[in-house]
């Protein structure tokens, strides 16, 4: 299965799109689009796929996309239900590069933000303080005229390119993943994402896509530069912080609830992803939204 060419609807108001979804409206498919894209995760927890990068995403997020760049988000189930402060919430601004106008990055003090867009390809999240206030402007820009908007828009990308806070997800060289193997490296994102609470063998999966366990070793540290016990394990964890926080089980019960049936382990992988103990975890989190 190929990406699939998105198209984005203009609306004759505005230059660019800026996006609210709520719940089931956030489902999407394997897809891309000559667009850039800001994207801000408000409400939700997931595991995203884009270009050859797998990993983990949560509530806060912003990343910035490049034209074309091929991706999906796989949102965990709990956002994509409708009741009414329970489900998830994105914020998307779509724009092409055409909308600063001809001669915009022929001059020097554009310059950071045309070397941001050219980075862009490889897709970048946005981290500290620059995540922060960039989340503040995206939230508030759908209520904004029209000009406000648009001053709105090149201020974020000022943010991001003046302090550089920010990391590449994907190589940036893919085409040889989104012409022939797309659909191989689907499948094996779905199957983990639907049976990570369950016993997951490399043979298992490799016979998902027709190979054997040591050619699917190879071919997926190939196309994503991770093992695919090391994706199991973010996607693993990344589950477990979101039960920490959300649920009122303790540690052991979250660790069988996400695949582990073995608390040390857990606790030792759950340190090498997030940095901190279980507890430390749930502690801090609270601290923050407090």
């Known amino acids: 299965m190929k990406p699939i060419l998105r198209k984005v609807t203009p609306n004759p108001e505005f230059s660019f799109t800026v996006r609210r979804d709520f719940a089931e409206a956030m489902i999407n498919s394997w897809h ?35 034209s074309n760049l091929p ?40 310059a950071p933000i045309k070397q941001l867009l050219e980075k862009s390809a490889k897709g970048l999240q946005i981290t500290g303080k620059a995540e922060r206030k960039c989340a503040k ?38 085409t040889s993943l989104i012409e022939n193997d797309s659909d191989k490296i689907k499948i094996i994102f779905d199957y983990t994402m639907d049976h990570y609470d369950e ?30 016990v090391q ?17 009122e089980k303790n540690v052991t019960e979250i660790c069988y609830a996400c695949g582990y049936n073995n608390l040390s382990h857990f606790h030792i992988h759950f340190k090498k992803i997030t940095g901190m103990k279980p507890l430390e975890y749930k502690k801090n989190y609270i601290s923050k939204a407090s």
């Open 32 to 66: 891309y689009h000559p667009e850039f894209e800001i994207l801000y995760i408000k409400r939700s927890t997931g595991t995203w796929l884009i270009g050859d990068h797998i990993g983990h995403f949560e509530t806060g997020n912003v990343i910035l996309l490049g």
């Open 71 to 110: 991706h999906c988000y796989k949102h965990e189930p709990d956002y994509l239900r409708n009741e009414e402060g329970i489900g998830g919430e994105t914020i998307g601004i779509l724009f092409l590069e055409q909308i600063m106008g001809r001669g915009f990055f022929d001059i020097p003090e554009t």
């Open 137 to 174: 402007i995206i939230d508030k820009m759908q209520k904004m005229t029209s000009h406000k908007r648009y001053i709105a828009l090149l201020s974020l990308l000022n943010i991001i390119a003046e302090r550089k806070e920010y990391q590449a997800l994907s190589t940036g060289v893919f």
């Open 199 to 228: 016993k997951i063998t490399i043979e298992h999966v490799a016979s998902l896509i027709h190979m054997t366990g040591t050619s699917f070793c190879r071919f997926f540290k190939k196309k994503t530069r991770k093992t695919f």
């Open 231 to 247: 994706f199991l394990m973010e996607v693993r964890i990344g589950k477990a912080g979101k039960l920490l926080v959300e649920e």
